[in-house]
């Protein structure tokens, strides 16, 4: 199963664009990239996916590595309400039915005023 | 937009007693799970299951069960509730696009 790797935190200035790496060098061909978000006391919500071409929605853009081993999620103008641990999560199928995703600890981004 | 719903925000329950932690989907999905969230481990998958009657293990199955009797509910049941269950439950339902999950149960054994 494909891991990823995340730095534990990071802080950012309202207003500017917030950059958050992820490792996941053992990825595999049909393997997408998932970014989730959990604010304090909610369940973790989808910001974003890919495969191998860039992604950008009106939440967030995600660049992926020519070799896929890396991916950025970019949040383009960081607000104090984007504070919150962030994860980047490989999608592993199982048993073709269905797809589990695996949990890391994430990256706590702080948004500082 | 579709809506995971949590029976119970908060929970306290004695050890030993019986726990039914309730899931509710709006948006006929197949998939749903359950998650247990810890500090500093992270969300660790309980159980999932993708269809009507279906279930499977997760990566920590021990010490619960659940039940999927019909397609909008999945439950989650601590058979003999021990206070290292205690825990914030996350239930998941997957549509095409990510998964949405509940706001999470909170519980608590003593």
């Known amino acids: 199963d494909a891991k990823t790797t995340q730095p534990p935190s990071m802080d950012c200035a309202e207003g500017r664009a917030a950059n958050l790496p992820c490792n996941h060098s053992t990825i595999s061909g049909n393997e997408y990239v998932y970014w989730y978000r959990q604010i304090h006391s909610q369940g973790p919500q989808y910001i974003i996916h890919?495969?191998?071409n860039n992604e950008t929605n009106e939440m967030a853009s995600l660049i992926i590595t020519e070799d896929r081993k890396s991916s950025t999620l970019i949040l383009p103008h960081a607000t104090l309400r984007d504070t919150a641990v962030y994860y980047c999560?490989?999608?592993?199928?199982?048993?073709?039915?269905?797809?589990?995703?695996?949990f890391g600890t994430g990256t706590l981004l702080a948004v500082q005023p | 937009d579709v809506k995971v719903t949590q029976s119970s925000r908060y929970l306290v329950k004695r050890t030993g007693e019986k726990v039914f932690l309730e899931c509710v989907q709006d948006m006929d999905h197949e998939n749903m799970f359950w998650y247990r969230q810890d500090p500093g481990l992270g969300l660790r998958l309980i159980y999932f299951s993708y269809d009507v009657k279906m279930k499977e293990k997760g990566d920590i199955p021990e010490g619960y069960s659940v039940s999927r009797e019909k397609k909008e509910r999945f439950s989650l049941i601590l058979e003999s509730a021990s206070t290292n269950q205690t825990s914030m439950y996350l239930c998941?339902?997957?549509?095409?696009?990510?998964?949405?999950f509940g706001s999470g149960t909170r519980l608590t054994v003593v």
């Open positions: 890919g495969l191998k």
């Open positions: 998941a339902s997957r549509p095409t696009r990510g998964y949405t």
């Open positions: 999560i490989v999608r592993q199928n199982y048993g073709g039915a269905t797809n589990k995703l695996i």
